[in-house]
């Protein structure tokens, strides 16, 4: 009876490991999805700043002595990206590209008589360049699985903070002010894991998320940090303001169709 169930245990790996080979092993079905020379794909981009940085803290501080730039949530963006071939069977690919994230914000405060309206906008643009390396394919389902790297130069485009005081009775303009900061380039970069799957014909879907870095080189303390309005003109030292350009760290989600060509 040992036997007989030894055997059958052996069988059952022997099979589960013929299964796996299958998937794993190199095939028609694998050239015709991966081998293919470039491809361009549309996505769908959030970025959401991580860790404690200044920028998610609200433009007139509550819970902080700092002020910030009340960007405390996911950041829409869109990237459009091509990938090209640098190997035979395509487990390198140059990736180009840019992305667009635009970040914005609104605040309300009540007060006896007004009500304060805050405001604040910028938008980053980023060229990109990098590569992408496949760690695992899937050619039953179709798909792999990849990591990749990227280098971006971030434009940050000059930030703007807009107060409006409103009357509580009706609403009317009472008065308006006015913070801008400079626009500033700053050298990043990011690492990422992804999905990618045909779903039709020569379409793919693309999913991929990982760490961004937007100000890894190119930091300027005189400006302050990098996404709030504030700079060192505005803000006094002394009175418990960061004035220090510190690293701003997103976590980053792409949702991409892209097209294959042979």
């Known amino acids: 009876m040992k036997n007989i169930k030894s055997e059958k245990n052996y069988n059952s790996l022997s099979l589960f490991a013929a299964l796996l080979l299958v998937l794993l092993m190199p095939s028609q079905t694998k050239a015709d999805v991966y081998d293919y020379e470039y491809s361009l794909g549309v996505a769908f981009t959030t970025t959401k700043i991580l860790g404690d940085n200044p920028a998610i803290n609200t433009l007139r501080p509550i819970n902080s002595s700092i002020p910030g730039g009340s960007f405390n949530g996911a950041m829409p963006g869109i990237e459009i990206v091509g990938q090209y071939k640098l190997d035979e069977v395509g487990d390198w690919r140059l990736v180009g590209g840019v992305n667009y994230t635009i970040y914005s914000a609104r605040e309300k405060f009540p007060g006896d008589i007004s009500i304060f309206k805050f405001s604040h906008s910028l938008n980053v643009l980023s060229p990109l360049v990098g590569i992408n390396y496949t760690l695992f394919r899937f050619p039953t389902a179709m798909s792999s699985f990849y990591a990749g790297v990227e280098m971006r130069y971030n434009y940050i485009h000059g930030s703007e903070l807009i107060l409006n005081e409103n009357s509580r009775a009706n609403d009317e303009l009472l008065s308006q002010r006015s913070i801008s ?8 970069g990011l ?3 992804g ?7 020569n379409y793919m879907i693309n999913v991929s998320w990982g760490l961004d870095v937007l100000n890894a080189v190119g930091r300027d303390n005189n400006r302050g940090q990098l996404l709030t309005p504030y700079s060192k003109e505005v803000l006094i030292s002394g009175f418990g303001y960061e004035l220090e350009e510190e690293l701003t ?7 991409m169709i892209q097209y294959r060509f042979d």
Do not use: D, P, T
């Open 181 to 188: 900061k400079e626009s500033a380039g700053r050298m990043g």
């Open 191 to 193: 690492v990422k894991l």
């Open 195 to 201: 999905i990618e799957g045909e779903v039709h014909e």
């Open 249 to 255: 760290y997103n976590f980053y989600f792409s949702l």
